[in-house]
């Protein structure tokens, strides 16, 4: 099998199982090979999250400590100021980070909070920093408008296979998620869409999601790849924890199906052993979140991932490669 064409978007459900199938070494060296023909090796993109509006989201996502189904004990905090969020892209700057990414909980964003997060929009980007938000769901004026403000990328994940959606959340479809995703990208904004694994699914569903994810009409820029953070509370707390293995199996799979998307290694890397966050990193994984902190649940942290990236020879990219 020969992957060294331009990127495609017409995988076939067979041949994405033919692949993630492949013996785990064949899958990582090929992984790892396309790495390198479309990127600098050993250099992550950095980015940072703030939680910007948590807890009491209406919808039901089963993996999510924010929503109002479920009692996961996350203190809710309306929209933050702008002063708040400058400050805290102004300490991810300082940290290494080079995209401040700002996540509300929020089934879609009403026409005041769109505005003030434009607003807050502009003043991150005025520090240096690019800009993502992750809003819920969005019509094609309200992309545009983000747009205006200077948004640079906007995350809006698929999260699972479109089989295995409904088991997961019953408050909004598949079709809504592709439908946003349309908009963003018409509106000229990056896209960052990706998934969780670990919620109980099957490899097939593993697969599934990355199949509609490359045969989106454009690749996503940045594909976050997120292991379930299992929150007491939620309906998956107690999911059985997956394999460190079948999560690079997803990121190489990744790797080579999006070739030139940034695939990050997001959610989970707290609960992770150095040597699994190696093994993504060998598969084609090339960006992190830095910081103490997710939206609400625990990250590594400077110092611990400093150690991390010094003792496997990886640097801080400067700037994403545009
Ligand atoms: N409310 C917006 C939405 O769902 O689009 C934006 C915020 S939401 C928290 C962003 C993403 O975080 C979700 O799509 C999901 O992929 C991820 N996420 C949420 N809880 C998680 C968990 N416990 N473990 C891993 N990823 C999680
Ligand atoms: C994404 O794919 N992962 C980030 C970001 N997009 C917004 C969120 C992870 C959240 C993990 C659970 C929490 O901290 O609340
Ligand atoms: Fe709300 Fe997003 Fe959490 Fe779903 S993932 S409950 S939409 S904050």
Redesign the pocket.
């Known amino acids: 099998m020969s992957h060294n064409a331009e990127p495609r978007n017409n995988w076939t459900v067979q041949e994405v199982a033919d692949l993630y199938q492949r013996p785990f070494t064949d899958l990582l060296f090929d992984a790892q090979r396309i790495h390198r023909e479309n990127f600098t090796p050993n250099e992550i993109q950095v980015s940072t999250l703030l939680s910007i509006k948590t807890g009491g989201?209406p919808?039901d996502?089963k993996?999510?400590?924010?929503s109002v189904h479920y009692d996961a004990g996350v203190d809710l905090e309306g929209l933050v100021s702008i002063d708040r969020a400058v400050e805290a892209a102004k300490v991810a700057k300082a940290e290494g980070a080079t995209r401040f990414c700002m996540?509300?909980?929020?089934r879609s964003p009403t026409e005041r909070n769109l505005d003030k997060v434009a607003d807050m929009v502009r003043a991150v980007a005025a520090e240096g920093m690019e800009t993502c938000v992750?809003?819920?769901m969005l019509n094609a004026a309200q992309a545009q408008r983000l747009k205006d403000a200077g948004l640079d990328y906007y995350?809006?994940?698929l999260?699972t296979s479109r089989e295995y959606y409904p088991e997961i959340i019953t408050t909004r479809t598949y079709a809504d998620r592709l439908e946003t995703l349309s908009h963003v990208r018409h509106a000229g904004i990056n896209v960052c869409c990706g998934?969780?694994v670990g919620m109980g699914e099957s490899p097939t569903d593993r697969q599934g999601m990355l199949r509609e994810l490359a045969n989106l009409p454009r690749h996503p820029e940045s594909v976050p790849i997120?292991?379930?953070?299992r929150?007491p509370g939620?309906p998956l707390a107690d999911a059985a924890p997956l394999s460190p293995i079948e999560l690079a199996r997803t990121i190489a799979a990744a790797r080579i199906m999006m070739p030139k998307s940034y695939v990050r290694l997001s959610?989970?890397r707290e609960q992770m052993t150095d040597e699994a966050q190696a093994l993504c990193f060998m598969a084609g994984a090339n960006s992190i979140f830095l910081g103490e902190k997710l939206?609400t649940?625990k990250n590594p942290g400077q110092n611990k991932d400093a150690a991390l990236m010094a003792e496997l020879g990886i640097e801080r990219e400067a700037m994403a490669q545009q």
């Open positions: 989201c919808e996502c993996y999510c400590p924010q996540g509300a909980a929020w992750t809003l819920g995350n809006h994940n999260d998934g969780i997120n292991m379930l953070v929150v939620t959610a989970g939206l649940t």
